[in-house]
């Protein structure tokens, strides 16, 4: 029996006679991204959301906005998936509006074209606005520096601590709102900051910032680009403040003396990101007065094939050799690491230098130069002793000493430490009083690497310490010994070579 008569007349296999066709699944996520002369990553974005996304889950619309290039061609390239829009003045919220008439799901995300994130970050954040009852969340900013200057890093050091970054982040590029977020903002006015309107809208208890997924941001890659950026973001926050006052989700204002007292570090750093601002305060202040309400675009962060960008899966491709000579030659001229190389040097000289001086240190030593000495003048070294790589030898405070004998040898990474901490009930840490006792490490005794020797024990001569162990208690001479804690497994051998 074929197929056509296996249904009486009028009726489809799994479908009642005289029902119309099932309406197709409605998509779970609908995302609106307005794009103008956007052809260089476009591309980009769209292969970002749909490298993980299921058929039917998305449904994208491009509101190609004023565009003298090839957006709505490459938009159209992917076929039914991505509904276009052609507009043709170059407005944002105009393009904002297009895509929402356009768009039918919630809740719904806006996304600029420069932007790469997974629809797998979008769905997270989706389900934690469901979970946490927010109108409005993002997935988390990751800077990408690839090809930055110093200066730019260190004016989003700055901004990294501001509260618009630090207090439940949205805006960045990308937001989701739910439906009864989207009905609190009704249509986009036409203003300049669209972002930081939608984060002014909504508290900061009322927005979601999921950090286990996470988009890439790619800021200016030169000063001039920054100040661009910058003036920008100024001139549209006289604008909100102008016509919106103070919006319930506004964020406080951050002094440099504050931040100053919270980040010492950022000294240098406030310096770049005070003269920015003051040069981008001009030109901003020159827009408003000349009334130009242009729209102040950095391209260098457009420019495709960042060696750092965010896949579509969310790892990162390798730089490039060019990119790792830049970023050297960024790392060099940075003043941020000159002073910490000046950090380091200081560490170097109290753990290092001046407590070995400290030691009596018999004939012949050989000792790494980043082994590190504490109380040294409790600390004495037989003839021949070797000391690895990032070993720990520290004595007591008071009394507890540490003692090699000849030809001993101790691989990298070995923690020995005469004292310990006691165990008083309702004291913290810091605050319980120290057991210092003697270590005795006695002659040709070997210790493998990453052991641990606590204080109070003694090591027969001619030992050997298995790598990864845990000396504490004491240990007979010529024996191999291991394990957490370490004890005999058997004699050393008498002839190298044989068990």
Not at 60 to 86: K, L
Not at 346 to 358: A, I
Request: glycine fraction near 10%; include cysteine.
């Amino acid at each position: 029996m074929s197929a056509a008569t296996e249904c009486d007349e009028g009726e489809t296999r799994g479908q009642p006679a005289g029902e119309p066709p099932a309406a197709p699944a409605r998509p779970a996520l609908s995302v609106v991204i307005p794009a103008r002369n956007e052809e260089a990553v476009l591309g980009r974005c769209l292969d970002s959301l749909l490298a993980d996304a299921a058929p039917g889950e998305l449904e994208i619309v491009v509101a190609a906005n004023g565009c003298a290039d090839r957006t709505a061609e490459i938009a159209r390239g992917y076929g039914p998936v991505v509904t276009v829009i052609e507009l043709g003045e170059p407005s944002k919220c105009a393009a904002l509006n297009a895509g929402d008439k356009a768009a039918t799901a919630f809740p719904r995300a806006y996304l600029d074209a420069d932007i790469a994130v997974t629809t797998q970050a979008l769905q997270a954040v989706a389900a934690a606005m469901e979970r946490t009852g927010a109108l409005a969340g993002a997935p988390f900013p990751v800077l990408d520096f690839d090809g930055c200057t110093a200066a730019v890093r260190s004016f989003y050091r700055v901004w990294c601590q501001l509260p618009w970054f630090t207090d439940n982040s949205i805006g960045s590029g990308v937001y989701l709102l739910s439906e009864q977020g989207h009905r609190r903002l009704g249509s986009f006015p036409d203003i300049t900051n669209d972002d930081q309107y939608v984060h002014d809208l909504f508290r900061a208890e009322e927005r979601v910032c999921v950090r286990s997924h996470s988009f890439a941001l790619r800021p200016p890659r030169t000063v001039p680009g920054l100040v661009r950026r910058r003036t920008r973001t100024l001139h549209g926050q006289h604008e909100l403040a102008a016509r919106f006052g103070q919006l319930p989700g506004a964020s406080p204002r951050r002094s440099a003396g504050e931040l100053l007292r919270r980040h010492p570090a950022l000294i240098v750093d406030l310096l770049v990101f005070a003269w920015v601002t003051k040069a981008a305060g001009r030109a901003a202040a020159g827009k408003a007065a000349a009334e130009d309400n242009s729209w102040e675009r950095d391209d260098t962060s457009r420019r495709a094939g960042s060696s750092t960008a965010l896949s579509p899966g969310g790892g990162r491709s390798m730089p490039t050799k060019i990119a790792k000579l830049k970023n050297g030659a960024v790392s060099v001229l940075d003043l941020k690491t000159w002073l910490h190389s000046l950090r380091i040097l200081h560490y170097y000289g109290y753990s290092h230098v001046r407590e070995k001086r400290k030691m009596t240190i018999g004939a012949n030593p050989t000792f790494a130069p980043n082994v590190s000495i504490s109380n040294g003048d409790r600390i004495t070294l037989g003839d021949r002793v070797h000391v690895g790589e990032r070993v720990c030898l520290w004595a007591g405070d008071s009394v507890g000493r540490i003692t090699l004998g000849d030809d001993v040898m101790i691989g990298p990474a070995t923690f020995v430490t005469a004292s310990d901490y006691g165990l008083v009930e309702g004291m913290p840490p810091f605050s319980q009083p120290k057991n210092e006792r003697d270590i005795v490490i006695e002659k040709q005794v070997w210790i493998g690497a990453n052991a641990v020797v606590v204080a109070g024990v003694r090591i027969g001569a001619g030992a050997i310490i298995g790598a990864g162990s845990v000396v504490t208690r004491d240990l007979p001479p010529n024996m191999i010994c291991a394990g957490v804690p370490a004890r005999p497994i058997k004699p050393r051998p008498r002839v190298a070579g044989k068990s």
